[in-house]
């Protein structure tokens, strides 16, 4: 649930043109709206979540946008090198992940603070809500062969590709498929961590009233996610981590002229999107 809130903040930007701004600027509702798909709130509990998500607001639209834009400004350049390595690919990523982590820090002790208004009912129905959604998940996954996988992996970080830099030429398709055949599927550990961790946050939820703990062990439930990882899993995250850095490296090195101007432009209206939403 957490994360369902924090990814709306941190998507919207990702989001094209004017849809980004569109969507930034109407996120109270839109806030509503996904959390409408897991658990209907009362009129006093929606009055509570609307002050501090009006706080969330101000304070991301005052420091954090600017945190953003300095950032792709700082790509921007790295882009318009001569070179960007698998180091610097990593350096970004884990800036993006720092900006991640600002936000969770900054929204969790108000949903901790929220989730004793919850009913019991409303908790059963959150948690079969997100269990309906892990179901989906898996009935969803692409079955076939190994063979199979690692084609549709590799038509997936294609379309990724396009996204960025235009129409890719054989010999990047061919640099993706190579790199694709490589990556390890990490699906089956990430739905058992995703259901461990739900697991856990309704047993806190259902015995929120009676454990005085009750709010420090949830706070530490969504602070750190990452210790239900298991082993292979992060090994797995890991090592695609760095065969994607990897396939960046060499990618940029292929990159003609007018793709890189394709990924400057990119990067350029998430800029103005950027500046026109802190100046509003």
């Known amino acids: 649930m957490i994360k369902r809130v924090i990814f709306i903040f941190c998507s919207v930007l990702m989001l094209s043109a004017c849809s980004s701004k569109m969507a930034y600027n109407n996120l109270d509702w839109l806030v509503y709206w996904y959390v409408d798909d897991f658990v209907e ?44 390595t698998a180091e610097q690919w990593q350096a970004h990523f884990e800036r993006g992940r720092a900006h991640w982590l600002r936000l969770r820090d900054k929204v969790v002790p108000g949903l901790v603070d929220m989730a004793p208004l919850l009913s019991d009912e409303q908790v059963e129905a959150l948690f079969s809500a997100l269990e309906e959604e892990n179901i989906e998940r898996e009935e969803d996954r692409f079955e076939g062969s190994d ?37 390890r599927s990490n699906y089956d550990n990430w739905i058992a961590y995703r259901r461990t961790i739900q697991q856990r946050a309704k047993a806190l939820m259902l015995s929120r009233h009676d454990d005085p703990e009750f709010s420090k062990k949830l706070t530490q439930l969504m602070m750190d ?56």
Not at 46 to 58: F, G, M, P, R, S
């Open 225 to 280: 996610t990452d210790a239900f990882r298991s082993s292979q899993m992060q090994e797995n995250s890991e090592h695609n981590g760095t065969l994607y850095q990897q396939m960046l490296e060499q990618m940029f090195l292929t990159l003609t002229e007018k793709q890189k101007r394709h990924v400057v432009g990119e990067i350029d209206d998430l800029i103005d999107d950027l500046s026109d939403l802190i100046e509003d």
């Open 147 to 183: 063979e199979e996988r690692i084609e549709e992996r590799s038509k997936d970080m294609l379309k990724q590709l396009r996204n960025y830099i235009g129409r890719p030429t054989d010999k990047q398709k061919q640099l993706v498929n190579e790199y694709a055949a490589q990556m």
């Open 41 to 84: 709130l009362s009129d006093q509990q929606k009055d509570i979540a609307d002050e501090k998500l009006l706080a969330w607001l101000q304070w991301h639209r005052q420091e954090e946008l600017l945190a953003y834009r300095q950032h792709l400004e700082e790509l921007k350049r790295d882009v318009q090198s001569q070179v960007v």
